[in-house]
């Protein structure tokens, strides 16, 4: 898909009130998302200085993800100030990648920690996959075959498993950040940031908001599965963070 045929569909008969962003900011969001799609396979992002180190020492086979995770804490973190048209076109370039949206709301609800995690887990999978001459999607639809699929920490989190709450200062941010995105670019770039949306508001409790923001994402795109995935997970479910959350009166 061309972005610059796209510009003209940024108008959306959404389910939700969703930010829109300036032409002028809109545009420039897009002219960077085109620069970084011209420069693959190279990629270059723009960090916070004390991020930058991280993309230096990226494991092997995981760049893009350490990219990602450089974007995210940037985004979110402490310091964080109000995202530009580059630093969000970053955030909606790598959130294309199969597993990016995974690794962005664990980053974001639980710290930098989960998404460096995440970034070496997608390192070892590629290294595996590398050695038997065989590609990544083919790995892993022989662990789901064979019923080996790893249920380590970061699934376990990503299912609402676990007592500890994700950070609630974090977490407003990201969906400040998360919703500002969505509001800038395309229809056709927004499904992986509004199942991102969506995840986020389940993990803090409030899965009416998170169901809303996936009718958006399968609106645009009817046979997302990541969309499909969270839905099974929020209709059956809540985190068991905010299940054994203290009740309030």
Request: some cysteine; aromatic content about 8%.
């Given at each position: 898909m061309d972005v610059r045929d796209s510009r003209g569909s940024l108008a959306s008969a959404a389910v939700i009130h969703l930010p829109e962003a300036s032409a002028e900011f809109a545009s420039d969001v897009l002219d960077e998302i085109e620069r970084m799609t011209d420069a693959l396979p190279n990629i270059e992002v723009h960090v916070s200085p004390q991020l930058a180190r991280t993309i230096d020492s990226a494991p092997d086979g995981a760049d893009e993800f350490v990219c990602l995770m450089a974007v995210v804490e940037t985004l979110v973190g402490r310091d964080a100030k109000d995202p530009s048209p580059t630093l969000l076109a970053q955030l909606v370039f790598f959130t294309v990648l199969p597993g990016a949206?995974?690794?962005?709301?664990?980053?974001?609800?639980?710290g930098y920690k989960r998404g460096e995690q995440h970034a070496r887990k997608i390192a070892r999978v590629r290294t595996v996959a590398r050695r038997r001459r065989i590609t990544v999607d083919q790995y892993v639809e022989e662990l789901v075959a064979e019923q080996r699929v790893p249920r380590d920490k970061l699934v376990r989190l990503f299912h609402g498993e676990g007592a500890k709450s994700p950070s609630a200062g974090r977490v407003a941010r990201g969906v400040s950040v998360l919703r500002t995105a969505v509001g800038s670019v395309p229809e056709a770039f927004r499904?992986?940031?509004?199942?991102?949306?969506?995840?986020?508001?389940?993990?803090?409790?409030?899965?009416?908001?998170?169901?809303?923001?996936?009718?958006?994402?399968?609106?645009?795109?009817?046979?997302?599965?990541?969309?499909y995935g969270l839905g099974v997970i929020f209709a059956t479910q809540m985190p068991e963070w905010v299940e054994s959350a203290p009740e309030v009166r």
């Open positions: 949206t995974e690794a962005l709301v664990l980053q974001v609800a639980f499904p992986p940031l509004l199942c991102a949306l969506a995840w986020l508001q389940w993990a803090s409790g409030r899965r009416a908001i998170a169901a809303a923001y996936l009718a958006e994402a399968t609106r645009i795109d009817a046979e997302n599965l990541l969309a």
